[in-house]
């Protein structure tokens, strides 16, 4: 792979991706076998989606494609997510793209400790069935969870700009104006 197309990926990821931690739940959101990094990307573009397969792919990382119709007031619109679960193909693919990543750089280097972490402690246990997270772990996991949230990005850009702390009601609506400045 090129260092453009690592650079295109990372883009496509800190675009419209996410690098997080899939959370096995029971039907009442309980957690029951722990929680697992993976890297998606959504998109509508079908010639997006293929060329980030194909670059994925070329980390030699598995990738799963998945497909679906978005139905938003009158429009539907077929939407199309990529996933790359397990911890070694998670890791082969953000080693490749770490240095070009800048809004999930820290998500990314959140999820390669936790990665190197977990395989440390399953060659000292010499088994790979489902481990407690320490609490080490769980820092890690409750630290990309809270990275995830879309009021830390407001807030970070809201400081960024020497701008005064948003409210609450422009957090929960997000992209709307509540006030003129």
């Not at 991706?17 to 029951?32: C, K, M, Y």
């Amino acid at each position: 792979m090129e260092e453009w197309e690592k650079a295109w990926l990372a883009c496509a990821i800190d675009g419209e991706g996410t690098v997080s931690f899939l959370h096995n739940t029971n039907q009442n959101a309980i957690p029951v076998k722990g929680s697992f990094p993976f890297i998606q990307i959504s998109n509508n573009n079908y010639a997006f989606i293929a060329r980030a397969v194909e670059l994925l792919r070329s980390t030699g990382a598995k990738v799963g494609v998945y497909s679906y119709i978005h139905r938003n007031r009158q429009n539907e619109k077929r939407t199309f997510q990529i996933r790359v679960y397990h911890k070694d193909h998670v890791e082969k693919v953000l080693k490749v793209i770490l240095p070009y990543l800048i809004i999930k750089r820290e998500h990314a280097e959140n999820v390669l400790a936790f990665i190197v972490l977990r395989r440390s402690k399953i060659a000292r246990k010499g088994i790979e069935s489902p481990m407690r997270f320490d609490a080490e772990e769980f820092a890690l996991i409750n630290r990309v969870r809270s990275l995830n949230r879309a009021s830390v990005g407001v807030r970070l850009y809201h400081k960024s700009q020497n701008l005064p702390e948003p409210t609450e009601e422009y957090v929960k609506g997000s992209c709307r104006r509540v006030s003129t400045v």
